[in-house]
């Protein structure tokens, strides 16, 4: 991998490797170092999924973390259910104490971006913002605003 960041100038902090629970792996010496490894090279590390399987807090133990990405499961529960909200206010403080930045994903409400802004999570992903777009349609939008 680092030959083709070197081979095609990509510069590491444009790339984003995403550990999620589903991969069910072990955080063997070998495992940690390959992450140190990339993370010492300027690409970002960030867990994602967070909170929906059995390994997490192992995760943010043992592993170089830089962001954790919360899932959209949580984010469905805003103004829903008030014992999640509270699970995901604890989520985001605990992200923020260990210097991670903090994703949500799957917010497609105005109720869910108040929640999370006012909660200290100020990066969302989610139809709210717009739904998945071609790399013409995004330039069109954003970048000529067209």
């Known amino acids: 991998m680092f030959d083709l960041i070197d081979r095609f100038s990509i510069p590491p902090e444009d790339i984003e490797l995403e550990i999620t629970e589903a991969m069910e792996f072990t955080a063997s010496l070998a495992v940690i170092q390959n992450l140190s490894s990339c993370r010492d ?3 970002q590390i960030s867990i994602d999924d967070f909170g929906t399987g059995y390994s997490t807090f192992s995760y943010l133990k043992d592993f170089p973390v830089d962001k954790m990405k919360i899932d959209k499961y949580f984010i469905d529960e805003i103004g829903v259910n008030e014992q999640t909200e509270a699970i995901l206010k604890s989520m985001i403080q605990l992200a923020k104490n260990l210097g991670y930045s903090v994703v949500a994903e799957g917010v497609e409400t105005k109720e869910q971006v108040q929640f999370l802004m006012d909660n200290g999570c100020s990066v969302i992903q989610g139809f709210y913002i717009d739904r998945p777009l071609s790399i013409s349609t995004f330039e ?7």
């Open 41 to 43: 090279k300027g690409i």
């Open 140 to 146: 069109e939008k954003y970048v000529r605003g067209e």
